[in-house]
């Protein structure tokens, strides 16, 4: 199945870039008489977006699926010998990382048959981060994509929707980020199987979450993974910084692995937020400023 894409995913992104293109145009010199006076060349203003990294860093420790192969890197050269080298040894699902349709579903896309326009996509963000502070098996349900339509309208086709449940700012103790109990169930937030349905009657893209699941850790039978991949859609697990991001109008670039028979991979996940007009509601009227992530 080709996925329909009714709105260009890179429209949204013109959409900020356009003006600041046309801004440097207007500021062109104009060509000078060779007698005249060399004039101080005026520059295009800085591009008024800034740059969000969604991806958490990859270290040794971090936290990976029971049962998964952690990241390990092993220096293989060093200076004395030229340069220095590493290997890195990992299961494909360690990090932020994208899951292909075929890692549920069979005769599913692969990694290396997601297409490049599925790569760079509008963000819708649902905050739910009050939602999951009272309740760490916390399921995002359609009500919860019913209020965001309420608020910002439906959901546009070609969509990235991202759930900031706030449980990425765990993922540096492992323990506290899967958050397994005495019988080693874990106990973090996902997506519910009827969010993962409306999201296809949407024709969303993708979703993604800063958990280590698109289900809930409690969950036993992968409903979402089982309902979104099998529609032939892609998603991305622990994302960080998804706070940093606007409800709308963040244009975000999965750069996933490309992995022929691929079924899971990591990726390197940017957000490129627009600046606004509107007054700042925060008290700090600075509070916008570039991210490199933690
Ligand atoms: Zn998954």
Known sequence: MVLP????????????????????????????APSSKPRASRRCPPPRHHTVDLAQPMQEGMPVWPGGVPFKMTRTSDYDQGFRAHRFEMGENVGTHVDAP???VPGKRTLAQLTAE??????????????????????????????WEAAHGEVPP??????????????RDAAKYLNADGGGVLHFPGF??????????RDAVAIGI?????????????????TWLGANRYGVENLANL????????????????????????????????????????????????????
């Open 158 to 171: 070609g969509a990235l929707v991202l759930a900031n449940t706030g449980w990425g700012a765990r993922f």
């Open 5 to 32: 894409m009714k709105m260009h995913p890179l429209a949204a992104a013109l959409a900020f870039v356009a003006p600041v293109l046309a801004a440097c145009e207007t500021n062109t010199p104009e060509p000078q």
């Open 210 to 226: 800063d958990t280590a699941s698109l289900d809930p850790g409690a969950s036993k039978t992968f409903d979402a993974h089982k």
């Open 243 to 294: 706070d940093k991001l606007p409800p709308t109008g963040a244009t975000v670039v999965v750069g996933v692995l490309s992995v022929v028979e691929g079924t899971e991979a990591q990726a390197r996940v940017l957000a490129i937020v627009p600046e606004t007009d509107e007054p700042q509601t925060d008290d700090d009227p600075d509070a916008a400023t570039p991210s490199s992530g933690h």
């Open 102 to 104: 075929a890692h549920f």
């Open 118 to 147: 599925e790569m760079v996509l509008p963000a819708v963000v649902l905050d739910l981060h009050e939602k999951v502070a009272g309740n760490p098996d916390y399921a995002v349900r359609a009500g919860d994509i019913g209020d």
């Open 192 to 201: 519910a199987a009827d969010a993962a349905k409306l999201l296809v009657e």
